[in-house]
């Protein structure tokens, strides 16, 4: 039985399968980790799910179908490339890791020739290979990206003119971009762009109203600002800078491709249009609230 599996185990890049196998199953356990510190992005990780499955799916390639190695190691390399930016960072690096080095074996293998037996490609290996594209559309479309466009409106209605909002630092936790919405307003529904997190502090936290048909405008001020529990932003328009060095601007119609956002999240120089927040307790140190001339 050890010389059948040694003998099938040479004529095929089995090492290589055997870390993309790895690399998809990484990065389907790390979601899954009493790790706190994970980002989710898109709804409930599925780019993780959808990658991973791809992996696995691609090693199962290159072990029974080593013809089209080639073929499974390029799409494979993309998905690895892509888990790094969808994925809580490819699984901490090490998932990005053993996708990269599995594509890199697969595509480098050379089978041994047989003596007196032209080398050939079955029928049946160009017919499955062309499944491997449609796992890694349906990865795709499981990313971010794709998986935003569904988040759910909001019934609770929103100023007309969403606030301006700036602060000098936006550390959320349990950070998800949920993507694209729509809140109700006097004049209409309002496009937004859906944050949701277990909990989030702001320091410096500015709003102001820029709705002048009251006649006056409301300037709200705190040292800092506490979100907790069920929190959702709905947002027009969010530019920060993610650790203080990549700066991006987020908008309903604009995410940023592809959207990285490191586990150990927070973001400074944060300015944004919110159109509403909720969340279940809400407090302020040093509020001060004060009204301006209306424009």
Do not use: K
Request: hydrophobic share 50%; with cysteine.
């Amino acid at each position: 039985m050890l010389l059948r599996f040694r003998a099938w185990r040479r004529t095929r890049p089995f090492w290589a399968g055997a870390l993309l196998v790895l690399s998809g199953a990484e990065l389907l356990v790390v979601p899954l980790s009493p790790v706190t510190v994970l980002v989710s992005l898109g709804l409930g990780g599925l780019a993780a799910l959808g990658i991973g499955l791809a992996l696995i799916a691609a090693g199962l390639f290159l072990w029974f179908l080593p013809s089209a190695r080639h073929y499974v190691s390029v799409n494979a390399l993309i998905l690895s490339v892509l888990s790094f930016a969808a994925t809580n960072l490819g699984g901490f690096l090490l998932g990005t890791g053993l996708g990269i080095a599995g594509s890199a074996m697969g595509f480098g293998w050379t089978p041994r020739e047989t003596p007196g037996r032209a080398p050939g490609r079955r029928p049946a290996d160009r017919a499955l290979a062309v499944v491997l594209p449609a796992l890694l559309v349906t990865a795709a479309t499981l990313s971010p990206g794709a998986a935003g466009r569904a988040a759910a409106s909001s019934a609770v209605p929103a100023a007309a003119a969403p606030p301006a909002v700036t602060a000098s630092r936006f550390a959320p936790r349990g950070f998800t971009l949920a993507g694209v919405g729509e809140v109700p307003t006097a004049r209409g529904p309002l496009r937004v762009l859906v944050l949701r997190m277990r909990a989030a502090s702001l320091s410096d936290y500015r709003l102001t109203t820029r709705d002048g048909t009251a006649g006056t405008q409301l300037a709200l001020a705190a040292r800092s600002l506490e979100l907790r529990g069920d929190v959702t932003l709905y947002l027009t328009r969010f530019r920060g800078c993610l650790e203080g060095i990549l700066c991006l601007t987020f908008s309903p119609d604009t995410l940023p491709v592809p959207p990285v956002v490191p586990p150990f999240v927070f973001m400074t120089d944060v300015r944004a249009e919110q159109a509403l927040v909720t969340a279940d307790v809400i407090r302020a140190d040093g509020l001060r609230l004060r009204a301006l001339p209306g424009v």
